[in-house]
């Protein structure tokens, strides 16, 4: 009975009296967005003090008090930020919502008419249907999904480190990256949605649920193509057994659930299926779009033949990729947690960093895996400052218009954190020694 009512007390300790706070300080700031009323304030305030709540519960026993504080803070500080409007709101995401609440809200998903797959449309549609500003309808889901990173990053570093401060800082730190704060309050982008999920089937697949890892893989795919670039890290655990051949079928059965409102709606099933397919179009002719890939150096910057440019770029992927599976075909049995962490980091950079048409927010998971790593392996704690610099260059050249410092700087900054990635990966699978965190 004494031990219930301890932790009923940590609980409200750690937990509800956080987020009561949280919920009175984000009803005031709320109060003073410019298109917030009493009521839209209270609904804001409300979803945000559950979701630190949520997060701080499920984390209970790896979080500190302060550490909940520190979240809680976090949180309300992107509400500052809910009345910025960018480009991508008022060209792309507004005008979206308008289309769908002048074509029949979710009956509008049955045409294409956006570069945005069914799930997050679907959401949209949804905020066609309210009396609510969508903006802050669209920051609001963004900042859930930061919340869910938090989470997921704590239990990633839970299953290489056992301790509290870690997993603490992985939540934290999670919430207080530049970019993550920036994509989601400051932008109002979801790259933070397709993100949790993937990272959140690393974490399933890692900890032993490869159903579960599937469907969450299926649904991040179903958000955003950039999926893609983390996919080759599951690859190696069907090397080990721990993916089966018949795990594989919940991946498309996942994405096929997703898209379905659409086909509902009575938009073709084909068209439904290769929504990617038929936007490839939308990603623009050029090698780069303010990101830190290799077409940043000027030796890309007007090439004789771009399309065989880009396609250097691609077999260079391809290429990386199969030269990491043999190695781990070879290796199969040396397959550890801590080598799959690495395969995932590195697939996570190299990838996009040799892929033509990349945008500033490709490097997104990047960003978030490395955090991972610095914090199960020290040795990457300045990989972590190399890539938010590299990341922040193109936020910059987004958001003014103008270059802080030519993008191959980023590049150059990746360029590292790509070596040592790779090195930690190789010397995962190649050290005799044995060790504690060999897949079984």
Excluded at 14 to 27: D, E, K, Q
Excluded at 30 to 59: H, N, P
Excluded at 291 to 299: D, G, I, V
Excluded at 345 to 368: D, G, T
């Amino acid at each position: 009975m004494s031990d219930k009512t301890s932790l009923s007390a940590e609980t409200v300790k750690s937990c509800i009296v956080p987020a009561a706070a949280l919920f009175a300080a984000a009803f005031f700031v709320s109060r003073c967005l410019s298109r917030a009323g009493t009521g839209d304030a209270f609904f804001i305030a409300a979803v945000l003090s559950l979701c630190g709540l949520t997060l701080t519960f499920v984390l209970r026993r790896r979080l500190t008090p302060a550490f909940s504080a520190l979240i809680m803070l976090l949180l309300l500080a992107r509400l500052f930020f809910f009345d910025t409007q960018t480009s991508d709101y008022t060209d792309f995401l507004h005008p979206w919502t308008e289309y769908m609440r002048a074509h029949g809200h979710f009956a509008a998903l049955g045409e294409s008419f956006a570069n945005y797959n069914v799930p997050y449309m679907v959401f949209l549609a949804l905020c066609s249907c309210v009396d609510f500003f969508d903006l802050y309808l669209i920051k609001l889901l963004s900042v859930i999904f930061d919340a869910g990173l938090a989470a997921v990053l704590c239990l990633l570093t839970g299953l290489f480190s056992s301790s509290r401060v870690r997993g603490g800082l992985a939540a934290v730190l999670a919430l207080a990256l530049p970019t993550v704060f920036i994509n989601g309050a400051v932008w109002g982008q979801c790259d933070g949605i397709y993100a949790f999920w993937a990272l959140f089937a690393l974490y399933l697949c890692l900890s032993g649920h490869p159903v579960l890892s599937m469907l969450s893989l299926g649904l991040s795919f179903a958000f955003k193509l950039q999926a893609v670039f983390i996919m080759p890290a599951f690859l190696p655990m069907l090397f080990r057994g721990k993916l089966k051949l018949r795990h594989l079928p919940v991946f498309p059965a996942a994405y096929t659930a997703a898209v379905s409102p659409a086909v509902f709606a009575g938009r073709g099933i084909k068209d439904a299926l290769l929504f990617y397919v038929s936007t490839a179009s939308t990603a623009g002719s050029a090698l780069n779009y303010n990101s830190p890939s290799m077409y940043s150096l000027p030796c890309f910057f007007s090439p004789a033949d771009p399309s065989s440019a880009a396609l250097a770029g691609v077999a260079a992927a391809f290429a990386l990729c199969a030269a990491v599976f043999a190695l781990f075909f070879i290796r199969r049995k040396k397959i550890t947690r801590l080598s799959l962490l690495f395969a995932a980091v590195f697939f996570c950079i190299s990838i996009p960093a040799l892929l033509p048409h990349m945008h500033e927010r490709y490097f997104y998971m990047c960003e978030l895996l490395v955090l991972t790593a610095a914090l199960v392996c020290p040795v990457f704690a300045p990989a972590a400052a190399l890539v938010q610099f590299a990341a922040l260059l193109g936020y910059y050249a987004y958001f003014k218009m103008r270059y802080l410092l030519p993008m191959r700087f980023g590049f150059a900054a990746l360029l590292p954190v790509l070596l040592l990635s790779g090195g930690m990966l190789c010397y995962s699978l190649l050290r005799r020694r044995e060790d504690n965190d060999r897949l079984r």
